[in-house]
């Protein structure tokens, strides 16, 4: 079974709009946490927010912030007033506490295209 | 402040060539490193990590090899291509806390 689950292939918004983002998560640890990537066509992985399992409030960075719903186990990124530069392709992560090496397990991602 | 540092950025080998990707990490000792393959358009996928020197856990059965000869140096590596290997590596390390994953510029590998 997957561990991160990205249903959306591709997003279309305009310019000033703003974008949610899905992600929904499989785990049986207490303990984890949720990262959102960027990755523009350049290929290099932007690290754009991180919520924590224990953590009680939404978690949120400039623009982009995280709609953490522990019991539907979805972290979902919405990001407000889009920009140009934001058509990227966008990654969900989730590390296990109790995983060996502590890695980043990704989902497929969501290509964003932001238009004028 | 850590850097990380990947090459080549792009390579292009025939099927049946040798493969030898190299990772290097500065300012920081111990680190967890992985290493990432994204086929186009896709997830990463992840294919070692390696918690310390000599130490490689391989997550998915395939035609490469990784090795931790020092303590921030991680290679990838194949005796021979197959048209399968060609995509976008990247290496990226951990402090093993909730933050610090960073990852290197990575390297577009075409099998040809």
């Known amino acids: 079974a997957q561990k991160i689950t990205q249903t959306q292939p591709g997003m279309f918004v305009q310019e000033k709009e703003a974008v949610t983002l899905d992600c929904t998560y499989d785990t049986s640890d207490q303990s984890y946490g949720l990262f959102w990537y960027k990755q523009p066509s350049s290929g290099e992985m932007i690290f754009l927010i991180y919520q924590g399992s224990y953590d009680e409030q939404n978690a949120t960075e400039g623009r982009y912030s995280l709609n953490f719903q522990k019991a539907r186990k979805s972290a979902n990124l919405v990001i407000s007033a889009s920009q140009l530069g934001d058509s990227a392709m966008y990654f969900c992560a989730m590390r296990e506490a109790n995983q060996a090496g502590t890695a980043l397990i990704f989902g497929k991602g969501t290509t964003l295209s932001v238009s004028s | 402040s850590q850097t990380i540092h990947q090459w080549p950025a792009t390579l292009v080998q025939p099927v049946g060539s040798p493969l030898s990707l190299e990772c290097t990490v500065e300012?920081?000792?111990?680190?967890?490193l992985y290493w990432y393959r994204q086929a186009a358009g896709r997830g990463l996928q992840l294919l070692f990590y390696?918690?310390?020197?000599?130490?490689i856990s391989s997550e998915v059965p395939q035609n490469l090899s990784a090795s931790r000869p020092q303590d921030r140096q991680f290679i990838l590596s194949s005796k021979k291509l197959l048209l399968s290997d060609s995509g976008f590596y990247l290496c990226?390390?951990?402090?093993?806390?909730?933050?610090?994953?960073?990852f290197g510029s990575g390297t577009r590998l075409t099998v040809v």
């Open positions: 990226a390390w951990s402090s093993g806390g909730i933050y610090g994953y960073t």
């Open positions: 390696s918690v310390g020197i000599g130490q």
């Open positions: 300012g920081t000792s111990n680190p967890n």
